[in-house]
């Protein structure tokens, strides 16, 4: 089944401590990306992947890091989480960038204490 | 800066009837694409529809279509027989680069 997968799903954390979001999809597709989810504010862009060895940032990646060394996975890092970053988080995949259509993942929830 | 604005935080239907949710955007550009995703209360973010903005012809979508005003940069989705099932978070969205950039969303309830 074609699919984008998150793990986890949902997660507690405190301040400071590093915590790695993974994102898998099995599409073989080349644009991946990042976004958060916050009432209001709808879907904001953190950080989007062309490629392998591909990254640029979006509309609000400070305070995030991203890595693309395959394909298939695109883990989002918070380095030092802080209490502004707990949002609702989702992965997206799609054949390339524009038109084609972005498959989303679960989400991720994340509460930063 | 690139915007999509979506006015209507909250709209209701009732059952079998017609709604349309708005939304307009900025943008510089000549070419690009806009879309309509529907998040139901599961969260998983479906595309709805999507329309390539050198087409004159709104995109339809079996009981979803869109009308799209190029030169007021508004592009409107309308659901006609709306059914209990439609009832969900909508955005739309447009791309700019690689990037793309959503609105803030419209809730929409179906009242049976």
């Known amino acids: 089944e074609a699919q984008v997968t998150q793990n986890p799903r949902y997660l507690i954390t405190v301040t400071g401590k590093k915590l790695t979001v993974t994102c898998s999809q099995n599409m073989n597709h080349e644009y991946m990306s990042w976004y958060r989810q916050d009432p209001g504010l709808g879907l904001r862009q953190i950080y989007y992947s062309m490629n392998v060895e591909v990254t640029d940032k979006g509309d609000v990646p400070e305070g995030y890091k991203v890595s693309r060394k395959e394909k298939r996975n695109f883990p989002l890092i918070l380095e030092s989480p802080s209490p502004n970053q707990t949002s609702l988080y989702f992965c997206?995949?799609?054949?390339?960038?524009?038109?084609?259509?972005?498959?989303f993942g679960p989400g991720t929830r994340l509460t930063v204490t | 800066a690139q915007t999509v604005t979506q006015s209507q935080p909250e709209m209701s239907v009732q059952e079998a009837e017609t709604v349309t949710l708005s939304c307009t955007y900025d943008?510089?550009?000549?070419?690009?694409?806009l879309f309509w995703y529907k998040q139901p209360p599961s969260r998983q973010m479906i595309l709805v529809i999507r329309?390539?903005?050198?087409?004159?012809q709104n995109a339809t979508e079996n009981r979803f279509s869109v009308n799209f005003q190029k030169a007021a940069k508004s592009f409107s989705l309308k659901i006609s027989d709306s059914q209990l099932g439609d009832a969900a978070m909508y955005f739309c969205?447009?791309?700019?680069?690689?990037?793309?950039?959503f609105g803030t969303g419209t809730s929409l309830t179906v009242i049976p």
């Open positions: 329309q390539e903005a050198y087409k004159q």
């Open positions: 997206a995949s799609s054949l390339s960038s524009s038109p084609y259509e972005q498959y």
């Open positions: 943008t510089s550009e000549s070419d690009y694409y």
């Open positions: 969205a447009r791309d700019g680069g690689n990037q793309f950039y």
